[in-house]
Nanobody, 121 residues
Framework: QVRLVESGGGLVRPGGSLTLSCAASGNIFEVATMRWYRQAPGQQRELVATVFHGGNTIYRDSVTGRFTISGDNAKNTVHLQMSNLKPEDTGVYYC???????????????WGQGTQVTVSS
């Protein structure tokens, strides 16, 4: 079984910075992608950033230039560095990985429990 644990959320003033971390544990044979999603109150969950196994990254337009996603394939960890935070960045941030749990297993998506980020003065 694969388990994801997020950390690093909190309350920050507009313009501030936070770094989120996610550690995956379990019988992880291969990771295809690592992603961060977020969900604001009353809104649908949205994709924030993706890092592929080879290192390529993709960001949603609203965070480009402010957020940086990085993954460590050897440690099965993914981080999201967030700077110049805005109130609209507030929400629960979820870590997601698509991985194979075992050499003969299929690729599956796994989710963390979420960590709250609140941007407010």
């Amino acid at each position: 079984q694969v388990r994801l644990v997020e950390s690093g959320g909190g309350l920050v003033r507009p313009g501030g910075s936070l770094t989120l971390s996610c550690a995956a544990s379990g019988n992880i044979f291969e990771v295809a992608t690592m992603r961060w999603y977020r969900q604001a109150p009353g809104q649908q969950r949205e994709l924030v950033a993706t890092v592929f196994h080879g290192g390529n990254t993709i960001y949603r337009d609203s965070v480009t230039g402010r957020f940086t996603i990085s993954g460590d394939n050897a440690k099965n960890t993914v981080h999201l560095q967030m700077s110049n935070l805005k109130p609209e960045d507030t929400g629960v941030y979820y870590c997601n990985i698509v991985a194979r749990a075992g050499a003969t297993a299929s690729m599956m998506a796994y989710w963390g429990q979420g960590t709250q980020v609140t941007v407010s003065s």
